[in-house]
């Protein structure tokens, strides 16, 4: 038998033997109805390769009036470890991955941070180092306003 989830996968960005190429933006978000959004952004390969990823909010889905927010993130640097380094926070401006790294970065946006009347919110990833990197972005939706087993659309 099902129980609840508590979290609502989102492909947010295929996986893509050059992912940063062209700044890819995700599908919008919609988080009116959950508390948090947490993008799982995974990059491997590359020898420069890198992207500078900035969160953007929204008053609907087609990113009109969008504005850069200031985020908490941190990273794992995977292959032999699963462990996850300090939260940091960023400026709106965002962070650049790292080039020639095997890395997952966990960024955490809370409805309740964002400006009001803009609860629509996309990850954009600048490539900051033309190198092709393996990667893909996956969004989870949780803390749901509404229980059951089905959650309401949200892209």
């Not at 985020?71 to 939260?87: A, E, I, P, Q």
């Not at 890395?103 to 996309?122: F, N």
Request: include cysteine.
């Amino acid at each position: 038998m099902l129980s609840e989830f508590t979290a609502k996968p989102i492909k947010a960005l295929a996986p893509a033997a050059d992912r940063w190429n062209t700044d890819p933006v995700t599908d919008s978000i919609n988080l009116k109805n959950h508390n948090r959004l947490t993008f799982l952004v995974y990059q491997e390969g590359g020898t420069t390769g890198k992207a500078t990823v900035t969160v953007l909010a929204s008053s609907d889905d087609a990113r009109t009036g969008a504005v850069a927010l200031p985020f908490r993130y941190r990273k794992m640097t995977t292959g032999t470890s699963d462990t996850l380094g300090s939260v940091t926070a960023v400026a709106d401006t965002g962070f650049d991955t790292t080039a020639n790294q095997d890395s997952i970065y966990e960024i955490e946006v809370l409805s309740s941070e964002l400006p009001d009347g803009k609860p629509w919110v996309h990850l954009k990833a600048t490539e900051a180092a033309n190198d092709p990197v393996n990667g893909c972005v996956i969004a989870l939706l949780s803390g749901p306003r509404f229980g059951g087993l089905t959650q309401p659309a949200a892209i």
